[in-house]
């Protein structure tokens, strides 16, 4: 494992303090120490060249010193606290097999700002992790909302899944959906998508009907490869147990023993987003996915079925909604300020 230079050789990885020094001179300093028993998930926990201890670093405005087996954190006290958090629960995930890249750092890092931290990688006192596993990985939390989707996708028939992109909506859901089917709770997944025209009419776009609607429902053959190997995926929708579809393939249908996923379904009219509810059979589940402040359908919002649909079914039993916004964004942290700059900051 390689060592990064010394502060004094390479000024550019001090940490990014404020630039204000007053707040810093009056925070309570803290330091403390931490060890951990496995040395050999010490590499991948410090990163290339101690790549994610800089990070963790830089986020909090903390010193980062690792002596063997130990690491002694510096700084403010809360964010010291906050380092501490994070560090643990990097270990935690590398020693239950689970990937550790710079953005499930930094969803750590943001999730160390709740109060329930432990709670939400390790669950409730005396209960299992909240996790989805699949056959290429194992899924956690990486925001607190994301925490109570995972819940309500474990526990509810219908959910609402509503907010901005990047936040978990459709790949937590696809990866329940799989889960599901590989322990035999369902029997079939079924994947939909409307097919908003985008400046063209899908008849004259090239190919048959599945290469002109192919393009539209990329991101959910993307969730289901990230969760899957590739073979599995294509086999199982050559048997049929895996079906992406567009919406409109689901009419006159009733979607028994299923995992249904709809994606994109602010795109979709009042009288679909009825059609597509009432397609519910006996031990079904669905998840619609959307987010309210990105119609394309014409008509705008009072056109969309999914702002009808949650004003008509929110609070019935049996249905779930989840409100994300731009604080549950887990892609790059850029993609977050995107989306305040777009639709203003988070209430």
Do not use: W
């Given at each position: 494992?390689?060592?990064?230079?010394?502060?004094?050789?390479?000024?550019?990885?001090?940490?990014?303090?404020?630039?204000?020094?007053?707040?810093?001179?009056?925070?309570?300093?803290?330091?403390?120490?931490?060890?951990?028993?496995?040395?050999?998930?010490l590499g991948p926990l410090f990163g290339q060249f101690d790549a994610n201890l800089v990070q963790v670093e830089n986020r909090l405005s903390v010193m980062i010193h690792a002596r063997g087996d130990k690491i002694l954190i510096e700084g403010p006290e809360d964010n010291v606290a906050r380092?501490?958090?994070?560090?643990?629960?990097?270990?935690?995930?590398?020693?239950?097999?689970?990937?550790?890249?710079?953005?499930?750092?930094?969803?750590?890092?943001?999730?160390?700002?709740?109060?329930?931290?432990?709670?939400?990688?390790?669950?409730?006192?005396?209960?299992?992790?909240?996790?989805?596993?699949?056959?290429?990985?194992?899924?956690?939390?990486?925001?607190?909302?994301?925490?109570?989707?995972?819940?309500?996708?474990?526990?509810?028939?219908?959910?609402?899944?509503?907010?901005?992109?990047?936040?978990?909506?459709?790949?937590?859901?696809?990866?329940?959906?799989?889960?599901?089917?590989?322990?035999?709770?369902?029997?079939?997944?079924?994947?939909?998508?409307?097919?908003?025209?985008?400046?063209?009419?899908?008849?004259?776009?090239?190919?048959?009907?599945?290469?002109?609607?192919?393009?539209?429902?990329?991101?959910?053959?993307?969730?289901?490869?990230?969760?899957?190997?590739?073979?599995?995926?294509?086999?199982?929708?050559?048997?049929?147990?895996?079906?992406?579809?567009?919406?409109?393939?689901?009419?006159?249908?009733?979607?028994?023993?299923?995992?249904?996923?709809?994606?994109?379904?602010?795109?979709?009219?009042?009288?679909?987003?009825?059609?597509?509810?009432?397609?519910?059979?006996?031990?079904?589940?669905?998840?619609?996915?959307?987010?309210?402040?990105?119609?394309?359908?014409?008509?705008?919002?009072?056109?969309?079925?999914?702002?009808?649909?949650?004003?008509?079914?929110?609070?019935?039993?049996?249905?779930?909604?989840?409100?994300?916004?731009?604080?549950?964004?887990?892609?790059?942290?850029?993609?977050?300020?995107?989306?305040?700059?777009?639709?203003?900051?988070?209430?």
């Amino acid at each position: 494992m390689g060592r990064r230079p010394t502060r004094s050789a390479d000024p550019k990885r001090e940490p990014k303090l404020s630039p204000d020094p007053t707040p810093i001179r009056e925070s309570r300093r803290a330091s403390v120490e931490i060890s951990f028993d496995d040395q050999s998930l010490l590499g991948p926990l410090f990163g290339q060249f101690d790549a994610n201890l800089v990070q963790v670093e830089n986020r909090l405005s903390v010193m980062i010193h690792a002596r063997g087996d130990k690491i002694l954190i510096e700084g403010p006290e809360d964010n010291v606290a906050r380092a501490r958090d994070t560090l643990n629960t990097m270990y935690d995930r590398l020693a239950m097999g689970q990937d550790l890249d710079a953005g499930a750092i930094e969803a750590l890092i943001a999730m160390s700002n709740e109060p329930t931290l432990e709670g939400i990688i390790s669950g409730e006192k005396d209960a299992p992790p909240i996790m989805i596993r699949t056959r290429r990985k194992t899924i956690v939390p990486r925001s607190a909302t994301q925490v109570t989707y995972m819940r309500s996708l474990a526990r509810d028939d219908i959910i609402f899944a509503l907010g901005p992109a990047g936040t978990g909506k459709t790949y937590l859901a696809v990866a329940q959906a799989v889960s599901q089917l590989i322990t035999g709770s369902v029997q079939r997944l079924i994947l939909s998508r409307p097919a908003v025209e985008a400046g063209e009419k899908l008849g004259f776009l090239p190919g048959d009907m599945k290469d002109k609607v192919d393009p539209y429902l990329r991101p959910l053959y993307d969730a289901l490869y990230d969760c899957m190997p590739p073979e599995q995926v294509e086999r199982r929708i050559e048997s049929g147990e895996i079906e992406i579809a567009p919406i409109a393939f689901m009419r006159g249908r009733t979607l028994a023993d299923a995992f249904v996923i709809l994606d994109e379904a602010q795109n979709t009219t009042k009288e679909q987003m009825k059609m597509f509810l009432t397609r519910f059979g006996q031990n079904s589940r669905m998840v619609i996915c959307g987010d309210p402040r990105q119609v394309d359908i014409p008509g705008g919002d009072r056109m969309s079925g999914l702002a009808d649909g949650v004003d008509k079914l929110e609070g019935i039993d049996g249905f779930g909604t989840i409100r994300f916004t731009a604080a549950d964004v887990v892609r790059h942290p850029i993609v977050g300020r995107i989306v305040e700059a777009y639709e203003g900051p988070t209430q």
